[in-house]
């Protein structure tokens, strides 16, 4: 169903734009004293959702003029090498950031191969180090989908201050650090925070009194509009691969209803183009700042 009057949106493509323009002088001013940011991706196995974000921040790094490499490793390697490689890439100082692509396969520890990463090098945010300093309110890197979820609402002037936001999902690297963001005691934050997951009886009873909906599951459409409130502001992280007949053989759907939505919602994000490229920004912001970082060595 598509209502009269569509809703806002809010679109991350534009506001990654004005992040890579403001990033320009930072990245002027390095390069004056020698120095390139550059960021080292580690992908493990061929899985093909994986391959296209890497190749899209990749991209995104080349555009900039900043340097990146891709370590392709089999899905075969013990979790030692992973390891080995990780502290080779923390010492070598060509590598202001570390980024290794998730999901990895199931028999890998996760944690322990994100705790190799040298939390100065982390800009994805993911060291308990990391996790640690931001759930205490004095964050180093913070992680890259989050972190652009929050210039998305500055750039619209979405305050935060008293409003109830409902975070669906708990995720390590969205839904947790999004909620915990959300709840400190600062500009950004400030918000009653409601964290739904997959053993919330009844979401929409949260949804429905939120201020700020924001939707981190993998389950395309899961946000219906019988769910929302008028006047919601509502942020779809969600990137769905849905089977249908075109040449590619799917195309991506968010976990919000976009359609159902229209009308009812005040603002939302499309996927493609809203949370998705403000991820791609936030990884060069980090990187940058990780460089910055390495010259100045300041505590952060
Ligand atoms: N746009 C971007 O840049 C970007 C970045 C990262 C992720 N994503 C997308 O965002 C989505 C979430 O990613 P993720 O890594 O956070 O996923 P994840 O690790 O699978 O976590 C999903 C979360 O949603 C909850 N959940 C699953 N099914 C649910 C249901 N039916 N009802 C309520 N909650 C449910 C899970 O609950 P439990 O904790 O109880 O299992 C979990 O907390 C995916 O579509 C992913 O592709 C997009």
Redesign the pocket.
Known sequence: MSNEINSKILSGKEVAASVYKRLEESIISLSSRGVVPGLAAVLMGSDP?SEV?VRMKTKRFAKMNLHSETFYIPSDLKEHDIADLILRLNENQKYHGILVQ??LPKRINTAKILSAVSPEKDVDGFHPENLGRLASGNPRFIP??PK?ILEILKHYEISTQGKHVVV????????RPMSLLLGLKNETGNATVTV?????PD?GYHTRQADIII?????PG?IDADMVSPDTFIID????RVDDDSEKGYHLE??VNYDAVQGIASAVTP?PG???P???AMLVENTVEAAENSLTNRLK
Do not use: E, K, Q, W
């Open positions: 959702a974000y998730l999901p890259c989908t652009g669906v999902g708990r995720s390590n690297i969205v839904g739904c997951h997959s053993r919330t979401i939707a981190a599951v993998g389950v899961l992280v969600g990137v769905n968010g976990d996927v809203g949370v998705g403000m991820t791609i």
